[in-house]
């Protein structure tokens, strides 16, 4: 199934010395030098979906020694286009947002690694008919000098080569057409889990209930882009659903159809007093910590976040990635920020700065004028002083979940 050998170019002009060919005769030609049956026309009618997933697509770094952006992510895509067009005519990339219509559904699994200066791009594919039957699995893989064709050419080049030999094995094995791959198949009714790449999630979180009913907020970062959505908590998995999410805010709402008894409440009417105690807990760093949750104490060390920003206070329990959307709980065990963000130590250390436990949450009340406009039940309760350490850690606890996100 594997093809190794580069393919000539499509829509060349074939000269014999009989005077031009045919139009079938020329597509017969082009065929045989794509090594393809005769019954595959070529570009093909069959309308073909083809799925990268999000983080594969945004995929880009600095390389600072030659002052350019390496973008991987936009090779890719871009190939897919061009190619995907050469070769099927009603080729399109596959958007869950937005219902269409397929034939051939074709999922694609890029990983990129480099050694030496050498490039390689191993991408596995899998694809599937209008009936999600499962018709092809392979791999293709291509290595290539990281400068080849120019600075940084490596990655157009690999990703076209790699492209092209995945979409001409599917022509090869499934002679594919319109009338054999009717495009009856909506992209809306798809099984997500056969898309999704289980090994690993592209992303984890923190959430938390904020309602009886079973309503989880998070930050909306940690739900973006997701093709599947689960949460976990004292060790039960279940599937989740983004309800309604703020860009501007970064929080979300999620719908779990678990009703629990420890919704945290929002404290009424007063703002987060300087240098009062709180909780936060998370699950961060899934992989190398235990999928228990984290919990770690601190107060509030400022009113205020980053310069310009608005609605965000300061607090001091240490964070790490994956406490996103995590609670940010007073003693009297009220809701009074959600963890959005933490400063790039690493970063800062270059400028000679070591900053410690310097974290951002979003204040609870700018939480609460983002649920009413989603018509999001909470409740708001009356600061309770007489909680303790203990009334902040039973509340926070009982409440948050572990946030999946797969692509």
Not at 182 to 199: G, K, M, Q, W, Y
Not at 213 to 225: E, F, I, N, P
Request: glycine letters at 10%.
């Amino acid at each position: 199934m594997t093809i190794r050998q580069a393919a000539l170019g499509i829509g060349a002009t074939l000269v014999l010395s009989a005077g031009m060919l045919s139009a079938g005769a020329a597509r017969a030609a082009a065929n045989n030098d794509l090594q393809l049956p005769k019954d595959v026309k070529v570009p093909n009618d069959t309308s073909v979906a083809i799925y990268l997933p999000p983080t594969a697509l945004k995929y880009r770094f600095y390389v600072s020694g030659l002052g350019i952006w390496a973008e991987p992510g936009r090779s890719l895509d871009d190939a897919r286009r061009d190619l995907g067009a050469r070769y099927f005519s009603l080729a399109y990339r596959a958007d869950f947002a937005e219902d269409a219509t397929y034939g051939l559904f074709i999922d694609l699994d890029p990983k990129w690694s480099y050694d030496r200066g050498n490039l390689k791009l191993d991408m596995h594919y899998r694809v599937y008919g209008p009936d999600a039957t499962k018709l092809l699995d392979g791999t293709e893989s291509q290595t290539v000098g990281v400068n080849a064709s120019g600075p940084l050419g490596g990655f157009p080049n690999a990703a076209n080569k790699v492209t092209q030999m995945l979409l001409l094995d599917v022509l090869r094995e499934l002679h594919p057409s319109a009338s054999k791959f009717p495009a009856t198949a909506h992209l809306s009714a798809i099984n997500r889990d056969l898309v999704i790449d289980r090994t690993k999630p592209v992303s984890t979180g923190t959430g938390f209930y904020i309602n009886k009913s079973g309503q989880l907020m998070t930050a909306a970062h940690v739900v973006r882009d997701c093709l599947v959505l689960e949460a976990q908590k004292d060790g039960k998995v279940f599937p989740v659903k983004t309800r309604a999410s703020t860009d501007v805010l970064d929080l979300a709402v999620v719908d779990s159809g678990q009703p629990t008894d420890h919704a945290l409440s929002l404290r009424s009417g007063e703002e987060v007093t300087l240098g009062e105690a709180v909780t936060n807990v998370g699950y961060p760093l899934q992989g190398l910590l235990s999928a228990s949750p984290n919990l770690t104490r601190g107060n509030v060390s400022a009113r205020g976040g980053l310069k310009g920003s608005q609605g965000l206070f300061q607090f001091s329990a240490p964070v790490q990635p994956g406490s996103s959307g995590g609670p940010v709980v007073s003693d009297g065990g009220e809701l009074l920020g959600i963890t959005v963000g933490t400063l790039n130590a690493a970063s800062l250390i270059q400028q000679g700065l070591l900053p410690q436990n310097v974290n951002f949450a979003l204040d609870a009340r700018y939480a609460a004028r983002f649920l009413r406009q989603a018509n999001v039940q909470f409740d708001e309760v009356a600061p309770n002083p007489k909680g303790d350490m203990r009334t902040a850690n039973d509340a926070a606890l009982g409440a948050v979940v572990q946030l999946s996100c797969y692509e």
